[in-house]
């Protein structure tokens, strides 16, 4: 039997095999791209999650973590805005048990980021 994550990867068109792939080719880039730092962190994810690692699947997360925070600090740019809340909605639709974390980057991104808008606890709690 398949790992749910990758039936959830072929449900999305997601190909395993290219998270992998990624996932090496960016590692060498993480530390100076943040949106490749936030991608590693995501094939990073779906690989620990097929492959039942969970210490691979916390560093991952933690991965993820980080690029939303550096995206997100110092922001004004309202198209980012959206495309943030989108990675937020992603990150919570993937597992439940990181609604804790989504939260917690709501709260860090309103206090740090997209001035005049601050992202809102409601706008959280309405991603399904």
Same mark, same amino acid.
């Given at each position: 039997?398949r790992a749910?994550?990758?039936?959830?990867?072929?449900?999305?068109g997601?190909?395993?095999g290219?998270?992998?792939?990624?996932g090496?080719l960016?590692?060498?880039?993480?530390?100076?791209?943040n949106?490749?730092?936030l991608?590693h962190? *995501?094939?990073?994810?779906h690989?620990?999650?097929a492959?039942?690692?969970?210490y691979?699947?916390e560093?991952?997360v933690?991965?993820?973590e980080?690029a939303?925070? =550096? *995206?997100?600090f110092?922001q004004?740019?309202?198209?980012?805005r959206?495309? *943030?809340?989108?990675?937020?909605?992603?990150?919570r639709q993937?597992?439940?048990?990181?609604e804790g974390?989504?939260?917690d980057l709501?709260?860090?991104?309103?206090?740090?980021?997209w001035?005049p808008?601050?992202?809102?606890?409601?706008?959280? =709690? =309405?991603?399904?």
């Amino acid at each position: 039997m398949r790992a749910p994550c990758c039936l959830l990867a072929q449900r999305q068109g997601d190909d395993l095999g290219r998270y992998r792939r990624v996932g090496d080719l960016l590692s060498r880039v993480t530390f100076i791209d943040n949106r490749a730092k936030l991608f590693h962190g *995501w094939s990073k994810l779906h690989v620990s999650r097929a492959d039942a690692g969970p210490y691979g699947e916390e560093a991952a997360v933690r991965e993820i973590e980080e690029a939303m925070k =550096s *995206w997100a600090f110092g922001q004004h740019d309202a198209g980012e805005r959206d495309k *943030w809340l989108r990675q937020l909605r992603r990150l919570r639709q993937f597992d439940e048990k990181y609604e804790g974390l989504t939260l917690d980057l709501a709260d860090f991104a309103a206090a740090n980021g997209w001035r005049p808008k601050p992202i809102t606890q409601a706008e959280v =709690s =309405s991603i399904e």
